[in-house]
Structures are given as C-alpha cells and as structure tokens.
C-alpha cells in the first residue's frame, strides 16, 4: 500500500479524535501524520465554564498538545497556519509549507469580541482561557443580583451554553448565600435551528422551575446595539440593566479562511463549507471539515459531540479510502447531548432523521434527567485530559 500523509490543523478535540483514529486503523508505515497547532496546550472548551465557576483547577483541564503526536506516532507543528493551497496540497505555516494527500481542518472559530460596541470592555465569557480567568476573578467578588446572559448573533457555539450557565450559576449563589437572578436574551433568526433553541426552555425549563422558582426568564428576539456599564441596549429600543453579564461572543471562521470563498458556507459566510454525511470539502474531495466551525452550514449544532462524531465519519471516509475496505462507518444515527443545569444533569438525544440536499433534518428529545449525568459529565471531561498527560 503507497504512503499517504495527512495533515491535521488543530489540536482541540476534533483534530485530536481525527488523528487518534487514523493511527488506530492505518499505521506509520502507510499513513504519515502531521499534526499543526497554534496552541501549545490541548483544551477541552466546555472545561472553562468550570474553570471560571470554580469546579474545577487550571491544570486539570489542559494537556501539552505534543502529547497527542507522542501517543499515536504523529509529527507535531507547533505554528499558526497562513494559509492553503488546494490546487497543489500545500499548507503553510509561516515561511514553511508541509504537503498532503488528506487534509483535516480542525480548527474551531475565531470570535468577533468587537461586534457590539462595549461588549469586550463591560461583559465576560467563558469561549477561551483568559474569558474563564476573567470571569472566575469577577465571580469571586459577585455578591447577588442581575445576572444577564447575552447572545448577540445566532448560531454560536455550544448552544445549549447559556441555559447550562443560568443554573449553574444560581446553583453557585444558593451555595454562596447570595440573592440572584436570570435573564436569558437570544437574538431572532428564521432558521430551523433557532426555532429549536426556542424549544430548549421548554426541556430544560421544568428543571430549572424546580430547582430555582421564578429566578430564570428567557427572552427572544433581542439583538444587542450597545453595551454600557450597567445596560444593554437593544435593536428593538428596549432595554436591560445587569449586575453581571456573560455573552456568548459572535463566530466568525479562522482567520487564514475569513477571505477564501471555496471553504465559506455559501449562504452564511460566519461559517465554512463541509458536506454531510462525510464531511469532505464540496470541492476538493482529499480535503475534510468536520470541524465545529462548518456545522451549522448542514444545520447541525456547533457543539462537541457533534464535532467528535463528525472526526470519526471524516477519518473512516480516509480510511476506506486508503485500503480500500469499502464503506465508511457512517456518522450516527442518534448522539447524546449531556447538559449540567446546576444542581442536576440532563441527557438530550439529538436524532438524525435525514438531509434535504446538504440540510440535515434532526430532532431532540429529554432521554433522563439525573444528578448521576452531571457527575459522569464532569468525569469524562476530566478524564478525557488526564488521558494525555
């Protein structure tokens, strides 16, 4: 069997499945495997609201992301990639270029923190590892109030966030002693997954009643004009004043993308272009994107157990391909979506019910509801770190 290489940009969860999956399947001998990555550490992004609600410690949630090429025979790139050549399978990385028969874009989403005047200088967010430094700070002098949790723009990543923070949040309170409340502001959209963010209070809402009566309000169809000390101004003139305020920062595509029109959603350029079942560029067939940055272009959630079973259908698809096995594994027909709401967890089946061309059609369901689920979901996320160190 000829040697192939593949390249894999980003060290996150997804370019860590991806490469892990590979190497299990096709060793060094007939798959070489380069690994790229600006960070030097490995992150699991839902780790930081932990890390900034004080659940958890900073070298608990991170590993050297040299690790993951230790472990599975990859050579590693520690550089920001500039830029690709598709017609001649090159990536570059500064001055160097490394070549390719398969290319994984792992590489997540880059943020707009300037999209709403006073955004960046007045809230906080828990997207990267200096937002959850920021906000454990302000969380430490938090005595009670108005807490306003902020989505100026829709899709953004991890969906379900701010209604796993409006608990958690009040769970931390009750613990503290102090008096707070939530207000949950999410911005229109006619696409059908906003309509199903639209259903989530009505899942989650039974829970939060329960746990925290009267203390939770949501509210739709907000889109954020300015940001002062105390009060958000919006499109709509309404306005809401805060004693805190947490936002989900705007998606935007990595940057050595933002102006290449071959890998942006055709009809959202926030966005890159993948294809669904498999997660090839629509283009250039040896290239994947099964990154979180490119779901929503199919309709899908940008969230974590979506990303991971999108490396494990991109890598089959290679796979198959290299030896010549046949059909792929394809991507699940049903993923569970595990939330931790506070004091209790809860356990989402995200079904997969078919695609309208590259539009996938999904639906949702409360399998169980448990404070078991929030203690496996910790667990697994702690234990997924460990695992490199």
Same mark, same amino acid.
Request: proline residues 8%; contains cysteine; positive net charge.
């Given at each position: 069997?000829?040697?192939? *290489?593949?390249?894999?940009v980003?060290a996150?969860?997804?370019?860590?499945?991806a490469?892990?999956?590979?190497r299990?399947?096709?060793?060094p001998?007939?798959?070489r495997?380069?690994l790229?990555?600006?960070?030097e550490?490995?992150?699991?992004p839902p780790l930081f =609201?932990?890390?900034?609600l004080?659940?958890?410690e900073l070298?608990e949630?991170?590993?050297?992301?040299?690790r993951?090429?230790?472990?599975?025979?990859?050579e590693f790139v520690?550089?920001?990639v500039?830029g690709i050549d598709p017609?001649?399978?090159?990536v570059?990385?500064?001055?160097?270029?490394?070549?390719?028969d398969?290319?994984?874009?792992c590489t997540?989403?880059?943020y707009?923190?300037?999209?709403?005047p006073g955004?960046?200088?007045?809230g906080?967010?828990?997207? *990267?590892l200096?937002?959850?430094?920021?906000l454990?700070e302000a969380?430490?002098?938090?005595n009670?109030g108005k807490?306003?949790?902020l989505?100026?723009?829709f899709?953004f990543?991890?969906?379900?966030l701010?209604f796993?923070l =409006?608990?958690?949040l009040l769970y931390?309170?009750?613990?503290?002693?102090v008096?707070?409340?939530?207000?949950i502001?999410l911005p229109a959209?006619?696409e059908r997954?906003?309509q199903?963010?639209?259903?989530i209070?009505? *899942?989650?809402?039974?829970i939060?009643q329960?746990?925290f009566?009267?203390?939770i309000e949501y509210?739709?169809g907000k889109v954020?004009?300015e940001?002062?000390?105390?009060?958000?101004?919006?499109e709509?003139g309404?306005?809401?004043?805060y004693d805190?305020?947490?936002?989900?920062?705007?998606?935007?595509?990595?940057k050595f993308?933002?102006?290449?029109?071959?890998f942006?959603?055709?009809n959202d350029?926030r966005w890159?272009?993948?294809?669904f079942p498999?997660f090839?560029?629509?283009?250039f067939?040896n290239?994947?994107?099964?990154t979180d940055? =490119?779901?929503?272009?199919m309709?899908?959630?940008?969230v974590?157990v979506?990303t991971?079973? =999108?490396?494990?259908?991109?890598a089959?698809?290679a796979i198959?391909?290299?030896?010549?096995s046949?059909?792929?594994i394809?991507?699940?027909?049903?993923v569970p979506?595990?939330?931790?709401?506070?004091p209790?967890?809860?356990?989402?089946?995200?079904e997969?019910i078919?695609?309208e061309?590259?539009?996938v059609k999904?639906?949702?369901y409360v399998?169980l509801?448990?404070?078991?689920i929030?203690s496996?979901?910790?667990?697994?996320?702690?234990?997924?770190?460990?695992?490199l160190?």
């Open positions: 069997m000829k040697m192939r *290489t593949a390249v894999v980003g996150g969860p997804c370019g860590y499945v490469v892990r999956r590979l299990e399947k096709l060793k001998k007939d798959l495997i380069v790229i990555t600006k960070d550490y490995h992150y699991f =609201a932990d890390l900034a004080g659940e958890v070298e949630i991170r590993a050297p992301a040299k993951i090429a230790e472990l599975y025979d990859t520690l550089g920001e500039t017609q001649n399978k090159k570059k990385v500064g001055n160097d270029e490394y070549s390719y398969y290319l994984f874009l997540g989403v880059s707009d923190f300037e999209k709403v955004l960046k200088e007045h906080y967010h828990t997207y *990267t200096d937002g959850a430094l920021k454990k969380l430490k002098d938090f009670g807490v306003l949790l989505a100026p723009e899709p990543r991890c969906a379900g701010p796993e =409006a608990g958690k931390l309170a009750t613990k503290k002693g008096d707070a409340n939530v207000t502001t959209s006619k997954i906003m199903s963010m639209q259903e209070p009505m *899942t989650v809402g039974m939060h329960k746990y009566p009267g203390k509210k739709f954020p004009k940001v002062t000390e105390n009060k958000v101004k919006f709509d309404s306005e809401e004043e805190l305020l947490i936002y989900m920062p705007p998606n935007r595509p990595p993308l933002a102006s290449e029109e071959e942006l959603c055709p350029k890159l272009v993948s294809t498999n090839r560029h629509p283009k067939n290239i994947f994107v099964p940055a =490119a779901m929503p272009c309709r899908l959630p940008p974590g979506i991971h079973a =999108a490396a494990v259908a991109a089959d698809s198959a391909e290299i030896t010549g046949g059909a792929p394809p991507f699940p027909n049903q979506l595990v939330a931790d709401l506070g209790t967890g809860m356990m989402i089946v995200f997969i078919g695609k061309g590259n539009v999904t639906k949702r399998s509801t448990s404070p078991l929030k496996m979901k910790l667990s697994f996320y702690l234990g997924w770190i460990a695992s160190r």
